[in-house]
């Protein structure tokens, strides 16, 4: 398998942090959502408060997935800092470049993820 050059890890880097940065983007846009449902007198009965609890657990979990996309990013951009990317955490092995191409963030061979 090639190695991996220096160009391509750099276009992954920025690939990475351009993720990270719209990650975090969204997330600060969809604060409000994640919010404490409050009582409001005006809103038409049960069913609202409801839709607006069903809201914000979506919301929740969403915001859920969203960290733990940064949590994989973050420790692509690790790897990179310390020379170990475009390896798997796993056996060692070099991922594929068609892997990396698909998902930069990945770190474990396709054998190791499934296995």
């Known amino acids: 398998m090639a190695m991996i050059t220096e160009n391509e890890i750099a276009k992954y880097a ?13 997330s600060d846009a969809r604060s409000q959502d994640r919010a404490v449902v409050e009582l409001d007198q005006q809103m038409v009965g049960r069913l609202s408060r409801m839709d607006a609890l069903q809201q914000q657990a979506t919301a929740k979990g969403t915001q859920q997935r969203r960290q733990l996309e940064v949590r994989r990013i973050k420790a692509a951009l690790d790897r990179i ?5 475009g390896y798997c955490t796993d056996c060692g092995d070099a ?16 054998s190791c993820a499934t296995g």
Do not use: I, Q, T, W
């Open 14 to 26: 920025a690939k990475l942090r351009e993720a990270l940065s719209n990650l975090e983007a969204e």
């Open 81 to 85: 800092e310390e020379g170990e990317f």
């Open 95 to 110: 991922l594929p470049g068609a892997r990396l191409a698909m998902d930069p963030a990945a770190p474990r061979c396709v």
